[in-house]
C-alpha cells in the first residue's frame, strides 16, 4: 500500500524490493508448513516458485525476458535456504532491472548444483553486461551489499564474470548451521 502512494519512483522502487524480500521468506514458511519435514526444505521447488513470481512481475509486453532453470534436486535446512533464496532473489531482480536495458529481449539462468556436499549457485545473464564500477564491496548498490552479507553468512564468497553478460556465483557445505531450526530436533 506504501508502495502505490509513494512519490518518488525511488521510494516507490525500494519498497517494491522489501515487497518481493518479504514474500520470499513467506513463500519458505509456506512451504515448511506443507513439508513432512519441518527442517528441510525441499530448495530447487521452492527457488523455481520464487523466481516465476519474479518473472511474472517483472514480465511486460514489449520486454521477452526469459527465465530457464538448470537446478539439481536439493533439500537445504532453513538456515541456509533463507539466505541463499534472498541471494537469488536480488540478483534475478538485478537482471530484471538492469541487464537488459538495451534490448527487449534477454535470457537470465539460475542454475543450483550440488556435488560432494557442496552447492554451486549461479545466476547468469545474457544482457549488457554490469559495470566494472560495481562491486560486492565499496561502492555498491544496496542489492549488492545485502548479497554480499548474505554469502558471508552462508561462508561463500560471490564472484563476478563479465563476459557476454553478467555471470554472479558462490558456492557453500551442505551443513546442518546453528540456529532456529536445529533447536527443533532437541523438542
Not at 516465476?52 to 535456504?81: P, R, S, V, W
Amino acid at each position: 500500500m506504501e508502495s502505490n502512494q509513494a512519490e518518488l519512483p525511488t521510494t516507490r522502487k525500494a519498497l517494491q524490493h522489501s515487497q518481493m524480500r518479504i514474500q520470499s521468506m513467506a513463500m519458505v514458511h509456506d512451504m515448511l508448513y506443507q513439508s513432512d519435514e519441518f527442517i528441510k526444505l525441499p530448495f530447487n521447488i521452492y527457488i523455481a516458485k520464487i523466481v516465476n513470481y519474479l518473472e511474472k512481475l517483472y514480465q511486460h509486453e514489449e520486454k521477452k525476458i526469459k527465465i530457464n532453470f538448470d537446478t539439481d534436486k536439493l533439500e537445504l535446512n532453513i538456515n541456509q535456504a533463507i539466505p541463499c533464496a534472498l541471494i537469488i532473489n536480488e540478483l534475478v531482480i538485478n537482471a530484471f532491472e538492469h541487464a537488459f536495458t538495451d534490448r527487449n529481449k534477454g535470457l537470465i539462468l539460475v542454475s543450483i548444483k550440488i556435488k560432494n556436499g557442496f552447492v554451486t549457485v549461479a545466476v547468469i545473464d545474457d544482457g549488457k553486461g554490469m559495470p566494472e564500477d560495481l562491486t560486492f564491496e565499496g561502492n555498491s548498490t544496496l542489492g549488492l551489499m545485502l548479497v554480499n552479507t548474505l554469502t558471508k553468512q552462508l561462508n561463500a564468497t560471490p564472484t563476478i564474470k563479465r563476459e557476454k553478460g553478467t555471470r554472479i556465483d558462490f558456492n557453500f557445505a551442505v551443513k546442518e548451521r546453528k540456529g532456529s531450526s536445529s533447536s527443533l530436533l532437541a523438542v
